[in-house]
C-alpha cells in the first residue's frame, strides 16, 4: 500500500483540539513580540485602560501564558512524530524519506515566516529538535520517557543559568538540581545504574552553569532597572522623541522594507542563537514525552476520570507554582527585591501546568460537551500550520509601515483583546473551510511536497 496522509475521519479529534488551544495560548504571546520591543514585551504595557488594566493583563500573560502552550504544542508536536510512524511504518516502510521531506519543507516555511513576518518562530527550531527526535526514533516507549524527563529536567538547571535570564544563584541552582535529582530517582522503577547516570547529568549541568557564571561582576541587572529603561523607551515611542527610540522602533519608522528585513535577520538569528544555547534540549525531551505519551496510549485510551486526575495534580502544582513566579516577579520589577527565584518558579511551573490545561481539554472532548468552541479549536488546530502562518500574517499587516503601522501604539489589554479576536476570526475560518477540504492550504501544499505528487484536497459533494 503506497503511503498517503491521514484522512480527516481518522484523525484524533482530541489532539486536534489540544493544537488549537495550544494555538490561541501561542498567538496571544507572540502579539506583544510583533507590536512591541523584546525589551518592552514582556512587561505590563500600559495605554487608555489605565496601568491596572495593563498590570492584571501582565499577571494574567505571566501566570497562565508565558512558556505553558509552547510547552503544551512542543509535547503534541512530539505525539505527532509517534503517529506519523505509526502510520507511515504500516503503509510501506518509507518512513525516513517521508519524514525528512517533510521536514525540510517545515524549515523552508520557517524561515520565510522568520524572515518576513516573525523573528521569533518557531517552525525551524522545531526542525533540528526533529531530526534529534528523528535520531533516537528506535528508542523504546520507556527509555523516551525517562531520558525525556532526564532533558527537561536538566535543562531547567542549565537553561535558567545560561541564558538570558540574569545572574547565576547558587541556592537556586543547588535546590533545582537537587530537586530534579530526587524525581528522577523516585521515576526510575528499574535499573539504577541508569538513575544515578540521570542524576549525575543534572549535577553536571549545575555545576557548568556555576562555573560559566560564578563571577559577580558578570551579574546582570536587575529587573527593576530593566523595567525602568523598558518604560522610558515606550514613553520615547508614544511622544516621538528620536533619540531614545529602540531599535526595533526607530528601523519602522525611518526605515523601508530593506531595513526590516535587516533587522528580521538579525533578531532571528539571535533568536536561533538563543534556542541552541537554552531551548533546544528541553524541546527535545519535550518530543520525547509527548512521543511516549501517545505510544503508550495514554492519549488515546485514558479514562475521563485518569484525565480528571491529571489535570487536579498538574494545575494543584502548576498553578500555585506560577501565581507565586508572577506575585514575586512584580516585586522585584519594583524593586522591592532581587532574589531571581521567579524565573525559576516561571520555567518550573510551565510543564505541569501545560498537562493541566491539556488534560481539561481532553476531559471536555470525552464527557461529550462539544460546544461550539470546541469544534472551532478543533479546525483551528487541524489547520495548525495554516493559521499559526495566518497568525503571523494578519498581526504584521496591522504592525508593519507596510500595512497599518500600529507597532508600539497599542497597550498590553489592547493586544490580548486583539489576539483573542484574530484567532476566534481564523477559527472560525478554518471551521467553514474543512466543511469544502480535507485540510488548510499550507497543509495541503506540504503533504504534497512531503508524499512528491499532487494530492486531492476538495471534499467530494
Request: net charge positive; proline share 4%; aromatic share 12%.
Given at each position: 500500500?503506497?503511503?498517503?496522509?491521514?484522512?480527516?475521519?481518522?484523525?484524533?479529534?482530541?489532539?486536534?483540539?489540544?493544537?488549537?488551544?495550544?494555538?490561541?495560548?501561542?498567538?496571544?504571546?507572540?502579539?506583544?513580540?510583533?507590536?512591541?520591543?523584546?525589551?518592552?514585551?514582556?512587561?505590563?504595557?500600559p495605554g487608555r485602560e489605565g496601568k491596572l488594566a495593563a498590570?492584571?493583563?501582565?499577571?494574567?500573560?505571566?501566570?497562565?501564558?508565558?512558556?505553558?502552550?509552547?510547552?503544551?504544542?512542543?509535547?503534541?508536536?512530539?505525539?505527532?512524530?509517534?503517529?506519523?510512524?505509526?502510520?507511515?511504518?504500516?503503509?510501506?516502510?518509507?518512513?525516513?524519506a517521508i519524514y525528512l521531506r517533510r521536514l525540510a519543507i517545515?524549515?523552508?516555511?520557517?524561515?520565510?515566516?522568520?524572515?518576513?513576518?516573525?523573528?521569533?518562530?518557531?517552525?525551524?527550531?522545531?526542525?533540528?529538535?526533529?531530526?534529534?527526535?528523528?535520531?533516537?526514533?528506535?528508542?523504546?516507549?520507556?527509555?523516551?520517557?525517562?531520558?525525556?524527563?532526564?532533558?527537561?529536567?536538566?535543562?531547567?538547571?542549565?537553561?535558567?543559568?545560561?541564558?538570558?535570564?540574569?545572574?547565576?544563584?547558587?541556592?537556586?541552582?543547588?535546590?533545582?538540581?537537587?530537586?530534579?535529582?530526587?524525581?528522577?530517582?523516585?521515576?526510575?522503577?528499574?535499573?539504577?545504574?541508569?538513575?544515578?547516570?540521570?542524576?549525575?547529568?543534572?549535577?553536571?549541568?549545575?555545576?557548568?552553569?556555576?562555573?560559566?557564571?560564578?563571577?559577580?561582576?558578570?551579574?546582570?541587572?536587575?529587573?527593576?532597572?530593566?523595567?525602568?529603561?523598558?518604560?522610558?523607551?515606550?514613553?520615547?515611542?508614544?511622544?516621538?522623541?528620536?533619540?531614545?527610540?529602540?531599535?526595533?522602533?526607530?528601523?519602522?519608522?525611518?526605515?523601508?522594507?530593506?531595513?526590516?528585513?535587516?533587522?528580521?535577520?538579525?533578531?532571528?538569528?539571535?533568536?536561533?542563537?538563543?534556542?541552541?544555547?537554552?531551548?533546544?534540549?528541553?524541546?527535545?525531551?519535550?518530543?520525547?514525552?509527548?512521543?511516549?505519551?501517545?505510544?503508550?496510549?495514554?492519549?488515546?485510551?485514558?479514562?475521563?476520570?485518569?484525565?480528571?486526575?491529571?489535570?487536579?495534580?498538574?494545575?494543584?502544582?502548576?498553578?500555585?507554582?506560577?501565581?507565586?513566579?508572577?506575585?514575586?516577579?512584580?516585586?522585584?520589577?519594583?524593586?522591592?527585591?532581587?532574589?531571581?527565584?521567579?524565573?525559576?518558579?516561571?520555567?518550573?511551573?510551565?510543564?505541569?501546568?501545560?498537562?493541566?490545561?491539556?488534560?481539561?481539554?481532553?476531559?471536555?472532548?470525552?464527557?461529550?460537551?462539544?460546544?461550539?468552541?470546541?469544534?472551532?479549536?478543533?479546525?483551528?488546530?487541524?489547520?495548525?500550520?495554516?493559521?499559526?502562518?495566518?497568525?503571523?500574517?494578519?498581526?504584521?499587516?496591522?504592525?508593519?509601515?507596510?500595512?497599518?503601522?500600529?507597532?508600539?501604539?497599542?497597550?498590553?489589554?489592547?493586544?490580548?483583546?486583539?489576539?483573542?479576536?484574530?484567532?476566534?476570526?481564523?477559527?472560525?475560518?478554518?471551521?467553514?473551510?474543512?466543511?469544502?477540504?480535507?485540510?488548510?492550504?499550507?497543509?495541503?501544499?506540504?503533504?504534497?511536497?512531503?508524499?512528491?505528487?499532487?494530492?486531492?484536497?476538495?471534499?467530494?459533494?
Open positions: 500500500m503506497t503511503a498517503a496522509p491521514i484522512e480527516p475521519g481518522a484523525r484524533i479529534a482530541s489532539l486536534d483540539a489540544l493544537r488549537g488551544v495550544a494555538l490561541l495560548g501561542i498567538l496571544v504571546a507572540n502579539v506583544r513580540q510583533m507590536f512591541l520591543p523584546m525589551d518592552i514585551a514582556s512587561f505590563a504595557v498590570w492584571l493583563d501582565w499577571g494574567f500573560f505571566d501566570a497562565l501564558v508565558d512558556l505553558k502552550f509552547i510547552t503544551l504544542f512542543s509535547l503534541l508536536f512530539g505525539a505527532s512524530f509517534a503517529l506519523q510512524a505509526e502510520h507511515i511504518g504500516h503503509a510501506d516502510g518509507r518512513y525516513s517545515l524549515g523552508a516555511f520557517g524561515i520565510l515566516h522568520g524572515l518576513l513576518l516573525c523573528p521569533a518562530e518557531i517552525l525551524l527550531p522545531y526542525v533540528v529538535a526533529g531530526l534529534l527526535l528523528y535520531a533516537a526514533r528506535g528508542l523504546g516507549t520507556d527509555s523516551l520517557y525517562r531520558i525525556g524527563i532526564v532533558l527537561v529536567a536538566t535543562t531547567v538547571v542549565w537553561g535558567f543559568q545560561t541564558g538570558s535570564l540574569g545572574r547565576v544563584s547558587p541556592l537556586i541552582t543547588a535546590a533545582s538540581a537537587a530537586g530534579f535529582s530526587l524525581a528522577v530517582v523516585l521515576l526510575w522503577d528499574r535499573s539504577w545504574r541508569q538513575a544515578l547516570g540521570a542524576v549525575a547529568a543534572i549535577m553536571l549541568a549545575a555545576v557548568a552553569a556555576l562555573l560559566l557564571r560564578w563571577d559577580p561582576h558578570s551579574w546582570g541587572a536587575s529587573i527593576a532597572s530593566e523595567y525602568s529603561d523598558a518604560m522610558r523607551g515606550l514613553a520615547a515611542m508614544r511622544i516621538g522623541d528620536s533619540r531614545s527610540w529602540p531599535e526595533e522602533f526607530s528601523a519602522r519608522q525611518s526605515g523601508g522594507f530593506q531595513q526590516l528585513l535587516a533587522l528580521h535577520a538579525r533578531q532571528y538569528s539571535l533568536h536561533l542563537l538563543y534556542f541552541s544555547i537554552a531551548l533546544l534540549w528541553r524541546t527535545l525531551g519535550l518530543f520525547m514525552i509527548g512521543a511516549a505519551l501517545f505510544r503508550s496510549g495514554v492519549l488515546t485510551g485514558s479514562s475521563p476520570a485518569t484525565w480528571k486526575r491529571v489535570s487536579l495534580v498538574g494545575l494543584g502544582i502548576g498553578l500555585p507554582l506560577s501565581v507565586l513566579a508572577t506575585v514575586l516577579q512584580s516585586r522585584e520589577i519594583h524593586g522591592l527585591s532581587d532574589w531571581r527565584w521567579p524565573e525559576w518558579l516561571h520555567v518550573a511551573s510551565a510543564f505541569p501546568l501545560a498537562i493541566g490545561f491539556g488534560a481539561r481539554v481532553m476531559l471536555n472532548e470525552h464527557i461529550g460537551r462539544r460546544h461550539w468552541w470546541y469544534s472551532r479549536m478543533e479546525s483551528a488546530g487541524r489547520m495548525a500550520l495554516t493559521n499559526y502562518v495566518a497568525q503571523s500574517l494578519l498581526m504584521a499587516s496591522l504592525a508593519e509601515p507596510w500595512g497599518f503601522g500600529l507597532y508600539g501604539r497599542l497597550s498590553g489589554p489592547e493586544l490580548t483583546a486583539l489576539a483573542v479576536v484574530v484567532f476566534v476570526l481564523l477559527a472560525s475560518l478554518s471551521h467553514a473551510w474543512l466543511r469544502h477540504y480535507r485540510m488548510g492550504p499550507l497543509e495541503w501544499l506540504w503533504r504534497c511536497g512531503t508524499y512528491w505528487r499532487w494530492l486531492p484536497n476538495r471534499l467530494a459533494a
